[in-house]
């Protein structure tokens, strides 16, 4: 039915009837670039297990935490669908090891670069997903992520409603945003972003959006602040 190796077989726990699905969510680009009639890269497949793993995600979470706030719900879920937890996921099951590149692509690192190896794990649950259906995709990410839903029960906060807090606890004025600047052309904004807090030096980082901006500096000033004073 498949010709999918048993290995991966069993890391992915599907077996496939469209193998050509699979390999496509393993090839980088780098491999699939110039080989007419062999398998495209992952990148569509890609951008439909993004939305996959997040419908699926918030299904769990809104499972597991009965009667939590929207709020929280989507702190959770934000944190379980980035692309750091979605390489861990990688690199747990091994999915490195079955990533087709080009030679140079390896050579500089590429199967254990977090980036590939997230974009490959999304691009997994979309083959699996149009494989076997919604009820298959979501067996895999429940085997992968339950645990990682267990392993934290308090509800993560956000850099700016950390910060804030932060400020708010030392009796200090709220944090200001300032963007500074912004780049690249309209449909592909990066903006620059400063935030400061009274008596102390501001942080600057960059994002695709400004609320994007706005968290990454939010969070270089909480790590300044962390080294400063210690938590």
Not at 94 to 101: E, P, T
Not at 148 to 159: F, G, Q, R, V
Not at 179 to 189: L, M, S, V
Request: with cysteine.
């Amino acid at each position: 039915m498949s010709t999918v190796s048993d290995p991966l077989g069993k890391i992915l726990g599907h077996r496939f009837s469209r193998p050509e699905l699979v390999r496509e969510a393993l090839s980088h680009s780098s491999a699939a670039q110039g080989q007419s009639g062999g398998p495209a890269s992952y990148e569509r497949l890609e951008f439909l297990g993004d939305r996959v793993l997040g419908l699926v995600v918030a299904r769990l979470l809104f499972d597991r935490f009965a009667g939590e706030s929207e709020g929280h719900l989507a702190r959770r879920h934000a944190e379980l669908v980035r692309k750091e937890t979605l390489a861990r996921v990688a690199v747990g099951i091994g999915l490195g090891r079955h990533i087709r590149l080009a030679r140079g692509e390896e050579e500089a690192g590429g199967r254990n670069n977090p980036a590939i190896l997230a974009d490959v794990c999304e691009a997994v649950i979309a083959a699996i997903f149009l494989d076997g259906g919604f009820e298959a995709a979501a067996a895999f990410i429940g085997r992968h992520w339950a645990a990682l839903i267990e392993e934290d029960l308090t509800p993560p906060k956000d850099a700016k409603t950390a910060l804030q807090e932060w400020a708010q606890g030392r009796g200090l004025d709220l944090p200001v945003y300032r963007e500074i600047d912004r780049e690249g052309p309209p449909h592909a904004p990066l903006f620059k972003v400063e935030v400061s807090i009274e008596n102390h030096p501001p942080e600057v980082a960059s994002g695709p959006s400004k609320r994007t901006a706005e968290q990454a500096a939010a969070g270089a000033l909480l790590a300044q602040l962390e080294v400063r004073y210690g938590g």
